[in-house]
Structures are given as structure tokens and as C-alpha cells.
């Protein structure tokens, strides 16, 4: 199957309400194209449209724990690492305990669905972690807030973002 790239804000049923509020304050140009939502997980989607996985970015939403306070933070990693979350992920956060969120818990507090979560539109008080690979990346290709579509954008644009840090994150 082919990839029919087009601009993001002129497609907002292809964007989950929080993205398509957010995409039109991006200073990037900013690609979504439609996929079949069965094939929106990661390996899947990259074996079928034929896009590396060294060119897709998957956003892992984490919940940091300390004194009893749980807040939660987004990281942006490449398809092909994993998110050091005991350990990069823990002490950047100043948390005594990491964890990936439950899904029903990301799915409610992003208004995203899950398997589609992307870094555009997540809560503007989020810590969105960014690893160096993903930020020094031309064009990644990301979630759009729904499992039927894909995003296209720069590593720079995703480290503008409000609240995002670049670091790197993956072992």
C-alpha cells in the first residue's frame, strides 16, 4: 500500500480533537496520511507501507511516582530503541518510581486513542522527553491521536514543542 501524504490542518478527521487543536500552532509543516487501523502498531504499519523503522517515532506515555504524587510524561523515542524508563527516564523525572502508563489511564488523560498517542496535544503541563535521535531526524513519521492515520514532521518540530527536552533516553 502507498502513503497519500497531505497537510495535517487541512485534514482534521484524521487527527484526534487535542492534535487537531494543536497542529495549526506548529512552525512546521506538519503531514498526516490516512492507514488502515489495523496495521497502526509500529512493526506492523512500517512492514506494510514500507517505511523503516529507524524513520518511525513512538511516543511512550510514563507515570512518575514520588510521595504519593503521580505525574505523567511523554518520550519520544525511534521505532528501533527502547525507552529507559528505570533509569534515564526515573532520575530525569526526580521520581522514585517509573512506570509505562496503563493504557485506559493514557488513553483518558491524552483524549488520544491507544496505539495512536502521539506528543501533539498531550496536557500542556507534561514533561514531553525527546530523545536525540528522533530530534535530529528530517522527518519522522508519528501517531495522530487515532489509529487510522499517521503524522509525518521533523525532530526539530517535536523538540519545540511545549515542555519537550531533548536527551537521550533509549538503550
Known amino acids: ?26 512552525d512546521d509543516t ?54 529507559d524508563v528505570n533509569g534515564v527516564v526515573r532520575r530525569h523525572l526526580d521520581a522514585r518510581k517509573t512506570s509505562f502508563a496503563p493504557m485506559e489511564r493514557a488513553v483518558e488523560l491524552t483524549g488520544m486513542e491507544y496505539g495512536g498517542i502521539t506528543p501533539i496535544g498531550l496536557p500542556g503541563d507534561w514533561p514531553i522527553l525527546v530523545d536525540t535521535d528522533v530530534a535530529e531526524h528530517a522527518r519522522v513519521v508519528i501517531g495522530s491521536g487515532l489509529r487510522r492515520s499517521k503524522l509525518a514532521v521533523s525532530g526539530a518540530a517535536l523538540a519545540r514543542l511545549k515542555g519537550a527536552e531533548v536527551l537521550t533516553l533509549a538503550t
Do not use: K
Request: aromatic share 4%.
Open 1 to 26: 500500500m502507498t502513503l497519500h501524504w497531505g497537510p495535517a490542518t487541512e485534514r482534521a478527521d484524521l487527527l484526534a480533537e487535542p492534535v487537531a487543536q494543536a497542529i495549526g500552532l506548529l
Open 30 to 83: 506538519v503531514e498526516v496520511a490516512e492507514i488502515d487501523p489495523g496495521l497502526a502498531d509500529t512493526a506492523a504499519f512500517c512492514e506494510r507501507y514500507g517505511v523503516g523503522l529507524d524513520e518511525s517515532a513512538n511516543c511512550v506515555v510514563v507515570a512518575a511516582r514520588r510521595g504519593g504524587e503521580t505525574r505523567y510524561a511523554a518520550c519520544m523515542v525511534l521505532a528501533t530503541m527502547r525507552v
